[in-house]
């Protein structure tokens, strides 16, 4: 029979850590995490690299958009439907 660690996936974890889970899904995790300790192991994981990847990314995140990549995008997408 499989356990929830069997149906969860990382793809659930990395939404749960991102505050993006919904309601059952993170009870399920939450319950998971008191239960087993590979699933205790991978959370933490996932909760220290997103702490690295917030105090690395977020102080770009309210800068303007170069524009030499704006007009990249420009010349790729000029002309697309």
Same mark, same amino acid.
Not at 17 to 26: H, I, K, N, Y
Not at 29 to 48: N, P, V, W, Y
Not at 51 to 65: G, I, N, S
């Given at each position: 029979m499989p356990t929830l660690l069997d149906?969860?996936?990382i793809e659930d974890l990395s939404a749960f850590v991102d505050g993006q889970a919904d309601g059952d899904l993170s /009870?399920?995790?939450e319950e998971l995490e008191l239960q087993d300790d590979r699933c205790a192991e991978t959370l933490g994981a996932f909760m220290a690299q997103n702490a690295l990847l917030h105090r690395a990314l977020d102080p770009m995140k309210? /800068?303007?958009t170069p524009k030499r990549l704006l007009d990249l995008i420009r010349s790729h997408t000029?002309?697309?439907?």
């Amino acid at each position: 029979m499989p356990t929830l660690l069997d149906v969860i996936t990382i793809e659930d974890l990395s939404a749960f850590v991102d505050g993006q889970a919904d309601g059952d899904l993170s /009870e399920a995790i939450e319950e998971l995490e008191l239960q087993d300790d590979r699933c205790a192991e991978t959370l933490g994981a996932f909760m220290a690299q997103n702490a690295l990847l917030h105090r690395a990314l977020d102080p770009m995140k309210d /800068e303007p958009t170069p524009k030499r990549l704006l007009d990249l995008i420009r010349s790729h997408t000029d002309g697309a439907a």
